[in-house]
């Protein structure tokens, strides 16, 4: 564990398994019991298209119960809080600790009964991430990580991401305009193209498929939201991959809320690079 983790947590080194076991708690007692059993008043539209359940606004009230008991003084930002008023994430760049939660990433898949949606929390102070953790509910597996500790599966796997891929054989995840564009426009000054593109409808597993190598690289869409990609791109960083934004090639830092992207998450630098004017059109790119 790192030292600033370390002290954040008094030295107690089983902080990342008791983080684990929270994650486990609320998705056995908010989550999964409602999967498949929603009812018509246990859904509603947040904005069109985006929709929130029973199980995201019980799953975030149990975290915001649950996480700040290990860590006394720390804050909560959740995606529903930070939904109903956006200045909650000015904690973000605070220096105090505050976890942040997507309680159920993959909403509409859940709310559809589809089995591709995860429970997010990440640790963050001074704008810096330093933990993180995915958990697949329905598989019931976890992927977490500490800063400049590694990520390790819950079975104590240590994860690494295969650099040795080539790009016509990767399979990557992108938006459907993204994959609707390439299909129509094919290849482009010689740059190879990705064997096959899909898209999960759900950072969490994304990043959890990519650190498993079962993916190869993804690109998210234009708004960028701490609640999503905070803990996947540490986690995903500690494995060995490299994770950017398209138009500046900046890292991304959770301190400033939600961000303009498009994000690039590939193997490694080079990959990143290589996919880059496959993925995205500087001027003309809007998503």
């Given amino acids: 564990m790192n030292q600033s983790v370390k002290l ?5 080194e089983s902080a990342f398994s008791d983080v684990d076991a929270i994650l486990r708690e609320v998705a056995a007692s908010e989550v999964m019991p409602r999967f498949r059993q929603l009812e018509s008043g246990d859904i509603r539209e947040k904005n069109p298209g985006d929709l929130v359940t029973v199980a995201d606004v019980e799953s975030e009230r149990r975290f915001g119960e649950l996480l700040p008991q290990l860590l006394p003084g720390s804050r909560v ?7 109903a008023d956006p200045s909650v994430m000015d904690a973000l760049a605070s220096e105090g600790p505050v976890w942040i939660v997507d309680p159920v990433d993959g909403t509409n898949n859940f709310a559809n009964g589809k089995e591709c949606f995860a429970l997010i929390v990440a640790l963050v102070a001074g704008g810096e991430t330093l933990a993180g953790w995915i958990h697949d509910p329905v598989a019931d597996v976890t992927a977490m990580a500490g800063a400049g500790e590694g990520a390790w599966m819950d079975d104590g796997t240590r994860l690494e991401i295969p650099s040795d891929i080539k790009i016509s054989a990767m399979t990557g995840t992108a938006p459907k305009r993204v994959r609707r564009r390439l299909a129509e426009r094919g290849p482009i000054n010689g740059h190879p193209m990705p064997a096959k593109l899909v898209h999960y409808r759900c950072a969490g597993r994304e990043y959890m498929d ?7 690289f993804a690109r998210f869409g234009r708004w960028l939201k701490p609640w999503d990609h905070a803990a996947g791109i540490l986690v995903h960083r500690e ?8 138009k500046t090639g900046a ?15 590939a193997p490694n630098a080079d990959d990143w690079q290589a996919l880059r004017p496959v993925l995205f059109e500087d001027g003309s790119e809007r998503s």
């Fill in 210 to 216: 990519m650190v498993r190598g079962r993916l190869h």
């Fill in 251 to 265: 890292a991304y830092g959770p301190a400033d809320g939600i961000i303009e992207g498009p994000l690039l998450v």
């Fill in 239 to 246: 494995a060995g991959g490299h994770a950017a934004l398209c």
């Fill in 8 to 12: 954040l947590f008094g030295g107690r």
């Fill in 77 to 83: 930002v959740g995606e529903e809080a930070a939904s």
